[in-house]
């Protein structure tokens, strides 16, 4: 079972509409969660971290956590062309301190 | 202007080579991180390290080398042993502490020939 897991994709949605991104991790203890962006050939860059249980705004962008679920998620509101990249789940502490662990990512294409 | 550097951008290797990876970073992190992307896949962690002249092994360690002599510098050597070595090389630094968010510089992409 991979420690991190993303929703397949790739994802496709068309300009304006929400795009939905899911994650469940498998380390019940983990504590801190991020989500990443990465366009083609280029390094990933933060978006998003939650650490609480709930949910946590910032624009159009929204992470969900439910620990108990072990599970968490990004909701970007009015998706852009823009947008299309690659998400990348990362999840840390817990038994692996200090340590990120990444899903496989999920493709994004936002389309006009 | 603060940031993570990689160097260089581009690196080609022959086969039974060893080559080093530049990264520095500014930031004044302890923490510095190397990741390993193959196409179509997440980061994959080889090593870490949290203070000066200290650093462990992350998930796939085996055919690299670190050092860590200097807060700002975190080199990594892909030697011979390394046989699959063409991916993307990502370096990252935090401060200490899980909730601390890593920060990656640009990359250097490796090519074995």
């Known amino acids: 079972q991979k420690e991190v897991e993303q929703n397949s994709g790739p994802l496709s949605v068309p300009e304006g509409a929400i795009a939905s991104l899911n994650c469940t991790y498998s380390?019940?203890?983990?504590?801190?969660f991020f989500w990443y962006r990465q366009y083609s050939g280029k390094s990933p860059e933060l978006i998003m971290s939650?650490?609480?249980?709930g949910d946590k705004e910032d624009g159009r962008f929204t992470a969900q956590l439910n620990k108990a679920s072990q599970y968490v998620s990004l909701l970007i509101r009015d998706s852009q062309p823009s947008d299309s990249a690659t998400y990348l789940c990362?999840?840390?502490?817990?038994?692996?301190?200090?340590?990120?662990?990444f899903g496989q990512g999920t493709i994004l294409t936002v389309h006009p | 202007d603060g940031g993570i550097t990689q160097s260089p951008k581009y690196l080609f290797r022959k086969e039974g080579q060893n080559v080093t990876l530049s990264c520095e970073q500014n930031?004044?992190?302890?923490?510095m991180y190397w990741y390993r992307q193959d196409p179509g896949q997440g980061l994959r962690l080889i090593y870490y390290s949290q203070i000066v002249n200290d650093f462990q092994k992350g998930d796939i360690a085996e055919g690299y080398s670190v050092s860590r002599e200097k807060k700002e510098s975190f080199p990594l050597t892909v030697t011979s042993a390394q046989k699959n070595p063409t991916a993307f090389y990502l370096c990252?630094?935090?401060?200490?502490?899980?909730?601390?968010?890593?920060?990656f510089g640009p990359g250097t992409r490796l090519t074995v020939l």
């Open positions: 380390d019940r203890v983990s504590q801190s």
């Open positions: 990362a999840v840390a502490g817990g038994t692996s301190y200090g340590k990120l662990t």
């Open positions: 990252a630094s935090s401060m200490a502490g899980p909730r601390d968010t890593q920060y």
């Open positions: 930031l004044n992190h302890d923490a």
């Open positions: 939650i650490y609480s249980n």
